[in-house]
């Protein structure tokens, strides 16, 4: 297989994890962000890859691909990199997990608005498998082309997708998701915002009504965009995402009634912890491929808060990549990531 994107910090996570993979061979690394044409260590890039890796990392090419080492290309790249490439590689007979945001929205109207750019590749997009085990293993399990949803939307999806499509939410009534995550969530490139300074001891709300992550919660969970509002903010940490979410049932329930409902829906999702008591933090799924879940039930039986985290770089991005290529290729869905 290959990276494509391997310079950035998902490219770093996605290496990690592949390096202890039993069934993987990483025949490829490229760059889609580092100038000039020559081959460099990986290690150049990732000190902590040192001795990990022996294959060199090159610039982005696909017909450096061969067909015949090659069989997934993980895209670690930005949107419209994958936009242009993706179809390329299935031309090939590759088959793609995309962490970007190129493939994630069904409709090639809405790109225009949330990513900025005209979707001009219809046939893949159609053919796009949202990535997201949980809902989703089926359709993963036989796709060619994979999108990996986005951090934000994973923590969003996962924690209100029990409630939604069992019809125990007051959609009309409005939802409202607080979202905060650590500053790799934005990538590694270079920007005034991230630096130490404006981060550290500080944190600060962006994207209102625009973040690009809002049209996919809005598909995946089946809601209009007038009844729903998110939030996010960066925190000055490194890795995590927390959502607070919150939410009116339909009708009153109890939370026995809630917490069934919640096991029950991820019975089978080895990555979704549903916790009975308290609320989850970040520090507790910091370098895990696991969701956390819990709520608190208003004594009403109406109003409700739901709390998700997870961590942006594994189960928000590279995780749950190497999760999805794992259902792709019938491996167990944990391989490398417990």
Same mark, same amino acid.
């Given at each position: 297989m290959a990276v494509a994107g391997a310079t950035g910090y998902a490219g770093l996570e996605l290496l990690r994890l592949l390096g202890r993979h039993p069934h993987t061979r990483v025949a490829r690394l490229m760059s889609s962000g580092r100038s000039g044409k020559q081959e *460099?260590?990986? &290690?150049? !890039?990732?000190? !902590?890859?040192?001795?990990?890796?022996?294959?060199?990392?090159?610039?982005l090419s696909v017909?450096?691909?061969? #067909? !015949? %080492?090659?069989?997934?290309?993980?895209?670690?790249?930005?949107? %419209?990199t994958a936009l242009d490439i993706a179809p390329q590689l299935l031309e090939r007979g590759l088959r793609v997990v995309d962490l970007s945001g190129a493939f994630r929205l069904k409709d090639p109207a809405a790109y225009p608005r949330w990513y900025g750019f005209e979707h001009h590749a219809d046939a893949a997009l159609q053919e796009a498998v949202y990535g997201l085990p949980e809902l989703n293993a089926e359709g993963i399990s036989k796709a060619r082309l994979v999108s990996n949803p986005g951090c934000y939307a994973t923590s969003v999806i996962l924690a209100l997708a029990p409630l939604v499509r069992k019809g125990c939410v007051d959609a009309k009534a409005g939802i409202i998701s607080d979202s905060k995550s650590g500053a790799s969530g934005a990538g590694r490139a270079v920007s005034e915002k991230l630096h130490f300074v404006e981060v550290n001891e500080n944190c600060r709300a962006y994207g209102? *009504? +625009?973040?690009?992550?809002?049209?996919?919660?809005?598909?995946?969970?089946?809601? &209009? &965009?007038? +009844? *729903?509002?998110?939030? #996010?903010?960066l925190l000055p940490i490194t890795r995590g995402i927390l959502s607070t979410i919150y939410v009116r049932l339909a009708k #009153?329930?109890?939370?026995? &009634?809630?917490?069934?409902? @919640?096991?029950?829906? @991820?019975?089978?999702?080895?990555?979704?912890?549903?916790l009975d008591?308290?609320?989850? %933090?970040?520090? +507790?799924?910091? +370098?895990?491929?696991y969701t956390d879940i819990g709520f608190s039930l208003h004594r009403d039986g109406v109003r409700m808060i739901i709390v998700s985290a997870l961590d942006n770089l594994t189960k928000g991005a590279a995780g749950q990549a190497v999760q999805n290529m794992n259902l792709m290729y019938g491996f167990p869905e944990g391989t490398a990531l417990e």
């Open positions: *460099f260590p990986i &290690e150049q !890039s990732h000190p !902590s890859l040192r001795g990990r890796f022996t294959v060199p990392c090159q610039p017909d450096a691909l061969d #067909p !015949s %080492e090659v069989d997934l290309v993980f895209l670690a790249t930005p949107h %419209e209102l *009504f +625009n973040h690009r992550h809002v049209p996919e919660m809005l598909q995946a969970l089946e809601i &209009e &965009e007038k +009844n *729903f509002t998110f939030t #996010p903010h #009153p329930r109890t939370h026995e &009634e809630v917490a069934a409902l @919640y096991h029950d829906f @991820y019975a089978h999702a080895p990555f979704v912890r549903v008591t308290g609320v989850p %933090e970040i520090q +507790n799924v910091a +370098n895990t491929n």
